[in-house]
């Protein structure tokens, strides 16, 4: 008879089998996907960080120069503003800044104008808050005097647009005027607008005081209409060179 306790031992015993979990790559699953996708748009961030060229900003710096010589000023009938716009001019071109005029202008005052500059306590070349001691504003007080302005209104109650000049070239000349006797615009408009007109040649008067110009401006406007009309085939403001132009148009239509 058998011993049962020797037959269980007989017993041959299956081995265990070991489960592992394996993901499905052919078939990912919502979260393997929701992973895949942060990590191509982080890579990709990274990508475009490592790539991007990075961007200097460079201030172009002008060396000084002297390719323009700088006019001198010396008094007397000299035009102190025509002077100061030069100057400026030059230190532009010759990249001059602002903390160099005042070294540079000494160089290019001469006689009673170097003399004042010397005595003027000028330390620095444009200041309104310290006008005292503010080249530019020094400069036109002692150069732009009474006399000057004198001089400047002379001319302005004589300035007459010549045989040959076109409106702009006129224009030109009585804005120059106005911003030495007037460099705050002060005057009334109607005062600009009257002496525009009178210095006008003789067949623009009548048409531009005729249209009743409400500004400088448009006097200019009308003016230049009446020149284009006049120049036709030619050049602008050259019938005028021609002898006796003035009563050849008396027998025709002075434009409106």
């Keep these: 008879m058998s011993n049962p306790i020797n037959n269980r031992n007989k017993v041959k015993q299956k081995p265990v089998r070991k489960t592992t979990t394996t993901t499905n790559l052919t ?43 700088f006019p001198e000023f010396k008094g007397g009938n000299q035009d102190p503003i025509d002077w100061l716009e030069a100057f400026d001019r030059a230190c532009k071109a010759n990249c001059v800044g602002m903390d160099r005029k005042m070294d540079v202008v000494a160089s290019y005052l001469k ?27 020094l400069f036109e007080k002692q150069f732009c005097d009474p006399f000057k302005m004198s001089q400047w209104k002379h001319q302005l109650r004589n300035r007459k647009q010549w045989p040959g000049e076109t409106i702009d070239e006129y224009t030109s000349a009585m804005e120059e005027l106005w911003k030495r006797i007037d460099p705050r615009r002060r005057r009334t408009e109607l005062d600009r607008i009257s002496e525009y007109i009178e210095g006008l040649r003789a067949e623009f008067i009548v048409p531009v005081q005729s249209s ?6 448009e006097a200019i406007n009308k003016a230049k209409a009446i020149e284009m009309a006049f120049s036709m085939g030619m050049d602008l403001s050259a019938y005028s060179m021609l002898p006796g132009y003035l009563q050849s148009m008396n027998g025709g239509m002075v434009p409106a």
């Excluded at 009743?212 to 401006?217: A, G, Y």
């Design 212 to 217: 009743m110009p409400q500004n400088v401006k």
């Design 111 to 137: 006689g009673t104008a170097f003399i004042w500059f010397n005595t003027s306590g000028a330390r620095e070349w444009k200041n309104s808050l310290n006008q005292g001691h503010s080249f530019k504003h």
């Design 27 to 69: 078939h990912p699953t919502p979260t393997d996907q929701l992973l895949n996708q942060l990590l191509l748009g982080f890579n990709q961030i990274l990508n475009n960080h490592n790539t991007t060229p990075t961007i200097t900003t460079t201030k172009n710096i002008c060396k000084e120069s002297r390719l323009v010589d």
